[in-house]
């Protein structure tokens, strides 16, 4: 049996040859299963729906024709929202964007973690979050600062989550890994300290390497901009989406969780933009420019996978109010003013960060 099921494989093309599942498919049970791989984002009509076939010889039969017959990938008759999810930038995001009951909640973009993890994974997690409830004491402010106290706190929490979200983990270990060579406040810290940091940053790298590995080298590529261009331009428009996700909070279209999610870039954004304005060192200067220069491709990405979300639930919701005219019709008026009026708005933010990283033409 081969089971890619909730993986990051995108593309099923290379397995409609083999043997063994040819063989298999004509009667043999049980050989492919791939609900939740990220090849069924990329083609939820085709390959979506026959994940979704419960019977394992008709699946993996009807799958190995559909792969034959395919000549494009994705598909030209996939999401083209879809795909562009998981193209240049998009794919990038720490984030992605989904509803949760009744509001559009910041969740992780991986694939989930199964539900059998191992001991070694609940020691590990356990060990994670004591660590960075110590660090977290009010004792260790002053050398530490209040910024790197609340990640060691958001840490704890977002790492004992039943689906945690690898890429932020990893976002808020960074920043915990620039106090190591940040020469202020690493002289402040004392050998216990330091002690401390590094072992919380040695098992949460074990984490990483065992259960979330494609948090650990997002393609993030890093757009020619200057420290004078970025520092000019790119703060405005992070304001402009802050005041976005704002108004869709107020408006019930969005959870606290998109506005933590935006502010894990705006803190980051801010700490290199400090560094570029007060330090005299080219190493520490380069490391700011780089951290800049990447936070700015994030911005794009989160504020894209928005958009792209809100487009896709917005086409949902007509194509099922012209199947349903009764019922929509007593939420007509939110679908178009509240998702209109969002994506209205984030167009713009969306195209001026998108055209500010990125030469490629827009994705949707």
């Given at each position: ?222 757009p020619d901009l200057s420290a004078e261009v970025l520092s ?133």
């Amino acid at each position: 049996m081969l089971d890619l099921s909730n993986t990051s494989v995108d593309d099923l093309r290379p397995i409609k040859d083999l043997p063994k599942l040819i063989e298999g498919s004509l009667g043999y049970r049980g050989n492919l299963s791939f609900k939740g791989c990220k090849a069924c984002d990329l083609d939820p009509e085709g390959l979506g729906k026959l994940a979704e076939i419960e019977d394992d010889d008709a699946r993996t039969r009807r799958t190995i024709d559909y792969l034959q017959s395919l000549t494009d990938w994705p598909p030209v008759n996939s999401d083209p929202i879809e795909a562009a999810m998981h193209g240049p930038i998009l794919e990038a995001s720490l984030a992605d964007l989904a509803l949760v009951e009744t509001v559009f909640e910041a969740v992780s973009p991986d694939p989930p973690l199964p539900m059998e993890r191992g001991p070694n994974y609940d020691d590990l997690v356990e060990v994670l979050a004591y660590a960075a409830d110590r660090l977290a004491r009010a004792d260790r402010a002053d050398r530490f600062g209040m910024a790197l106290i609340d990640g060691f706190k958001d840490y704890r929490r977002r790492v004992k989550q039943e689906q945690p979200n690898g890429r932020l983990l990893n976002f808020i270990a960074d920043a915990v890994r620039a106090v190591l060579v940040d020469d202020l406040t690493a002289d402040a810290l004392d050998g216990f300290d330091r002690g401390q940091i590094a072992g919380f940053l040695e098992n949460h790298d074990a984490l990483m390497r065992g259960w979330f590995p494609a948090a650990l080298a997002p393609v993030v590529p890093e757009p020619d901009l200057s420290a004078e261009v970025l520092s000019r331009e790119l703060p405005p428009m992070v304001r402009d989406a802050e005041a976005m996700v704002e108004a869709g909070i107020a408006g019930g279209i969005f959870g606290e969780s998109v506005r933590t999610s935006l502010a894990y870039l705006r803190a980051r954004m801010d700490a290199a933009l400090k560094t570029l304005a007060t330090s005299d060192s080219a190493e520490r200067l380069a490391v700011a420019l780089s951290d800049l220069r990447r936070t700015a491709v994030l911005a794009a990405a989160w504020v894209g996978r928005i958009k792209g979300r809100l487009m896709q639930y917005a086409e949902r919701s007509a194509e099922w109010a012209r199947e349903n005219p009764v019922a929509a019709a007593r939420n007509a008026a939110f679908v178009a003013t509240g998702f209109g009026a969002a994506i209205a708005w984030i167009e713009p933010i969306f195209s001026a960060l998108w055209r500010f990283v990125s030469h490629l033409p827009l994705p949707f």
